[in-house]
């Protein structure tokens, strides 16, 4: 596919969930899909496509309404698409649910293969009172698969003069 073609997939993707089209979501995931979100929340790190659907089934509970999803810049390239977005959606405790996105996905057969959402998860742990945010912390996972260059130096000194 081009890296337009894997642009319009990614963002059909989003589109379809933010519709509530959840079979056309889960039909444009390869079967290998993974996803991650960082941090060491029970939902951070790693999951695979029933993860991430029971992940999003049980927060989905606690919206209130519809959910907004807007896209900024967004830059593909090969097998991979970048884009920046923010999202706004209010809770069922009145709360308000406003944060912002960097998405790396990955495209292969046609299909999203892998998704990582960088979002502030401190927001998210402060916004959201669910088990998936809140309940006991999990070791981080890495979200790189393969270092391509490793730097280390004497950072502490470095600001300081």
């Excluded at 292969?108 to 892998?114: L, N, P, Q, Y």
């Excluded at 959201?128 to 000194?157: C, M, Q, W, Y």
């Amino acid at each position: 596919m081009t890296p337009g073609a894997n642009t319009e997939l990614v963002l059909s993707w989003y589109e379809a969930q933010v519709m509530g089209d959840a079979k056309r979501a889960f039909d444009l995931l390869h079967e290998e899909f993974r996803w991650y979100l960082p941090g060491n929340m029970p939902m951070s790190g790693w999951t695979d496509r029933d993860g991430y659907f029971a992940a999003g089934e049980s927060l989905g509970r606690l919206a209130a309404g519809p959910i907004t999803m807007r896209f900024g810049e967004v830059t593909a390239q090969d097998d991979r698409v970048l884009i920046e977005a923010e999202s706004e959606l209010d809770l069922v405790d009145g709360g308000r649910y406003t944060n912002s996105y960097i998405i790396s996905a990955r495209i292969r057969d046609g299909k999203i293969i892998e998704i990582k959402e960088f979002m502030d998860t401190l927001h998210l742990y402060q916004t959201i009172d669910a088990p998936l945010v809140r309940g006991e912390p999990k070791k981080r996972e890495t979200h790189i698969d393969h270092v391509t260059k490793t730097f280390t130096g004497e950072f502490s000194n470095q600001y300081t003069g």
